[in-house]
């Protein structure tokens, strides 16, 4: 069965293109077959199929505007990535809570490993404008502070595809590879960026944009690292109180300031053992809730209930 793709995903690597695959690669094909599963982007509606929308994106974003005016009713059900983001939805469009459910992002839990002595390695793995601009002249500001941390730079929108939009941020991505200790990867496999997480002890994720369930963040909780981020979104939510997360400001000198408060004291107290022990029990959380296996079943179970309740949308 063809996923469902558009003139943005065709070429793309991102979130929601890995969570797209991934059910239909893990979910009986004979269960999805009469389902036309969205990802965010409407372009065209089967009529003949339950029609499942699976909103990745926010609320205000444009492509999210035709759930208007009662446009939520041409779905059979709307699945979201977290309560957080659904609630949103509700909020702005009048969409039913009967209409809607949560299937949380999902990753395989990254496999037990030591981490390494020595440096203390930070690590971005998002896209662009989600605030590396923040913390590139923060990390560099630390650096002289702590002769002993690195950064490593997983970032580009090649990653989507998207070639020509790295273009506006030739000179941040220029000043990542002329720091001395700022190693930029650009866009790489998610395996990839899975190994080195493995190796990496900060995820530092000052994050700009509101994200509602973001899977770097779940796989940076797997593999052990202190997550220092802001609470907007859906970061709240994921972070599930596991991490060093700090108060979002909507000014970008304020908001810089306060991670580098945050970023500051993950780096100092990343090794004492109540933090060790604390971050060993954040990784068994972040296994067992953001399984994908766990969320297969989820799935499973949500596609045989809409396939007794049928169709309930409106045709218009």
Known sequence: MPLEVNELSQNSR?????????????????????????????RTLDPDRIR????????????????????????DKIVFVSNTQM???????GIPWSRCAVMQNAIDPI??????TGAIRLIYTSMPDRGLVLLVPVFDALAHKYPEIELEVFSSYR????????????????????????????????????EALKSAHIFSYPCIMLEPAPLT???????????????????YEIAANWTRMYAWHEEPAAHAQRFAVALDDAIA??????????????????DLVYSRDRRKHEWTVLLNDLLRSGRVRSEN
Request: with cysteine; net charge negative; hydrophobic share 45%.
């Open 87 to 93: 609630q949103a939805f509700i909020a702005r469009f």
């Open 52 to 75: 499942v929308l699976w909103m990745h994106l926010a609320a205000h974003h444009m492509e999210a505007q035709h759930l208007a005016d009662g446009g939520w009713a041409r779905f």
């Open 217 to 235: 963040l779940m796989e940076a909780m797997s593999a052990g690292l202190l997550c220092v981020h802001p609470n907007l979104g859906g970061m």
């Open 14 to 42: 991102g979130g929601t293109e890995l969570m797209l695959g991934w059910l239909y690669e893990s979910v009986d094909p004979t269960l999805l077959e009469p389902f036309q599963i969205v990802p965010s982007r409407v």
């Open 111 to 116: 496999e037990l490993h030591t981490k390494p």
């Open 269 to 286: 107290t990343l090794r004492e053992p109540a933090t060790q022990e604390r971050l060993a029990a954040q990784k068994h959380y972040a």
């Open 159 to 194: 990653l989507y595809g998207w070639a020509e939009a790295d273009a506006p941020l030739k000179p941040l991505f220029d000043a990542c590879e002329a720091h001395p200790r700022i190693h930029y990867h650009g866009a790489v496999s998610n395996g990839e960026v899975r």
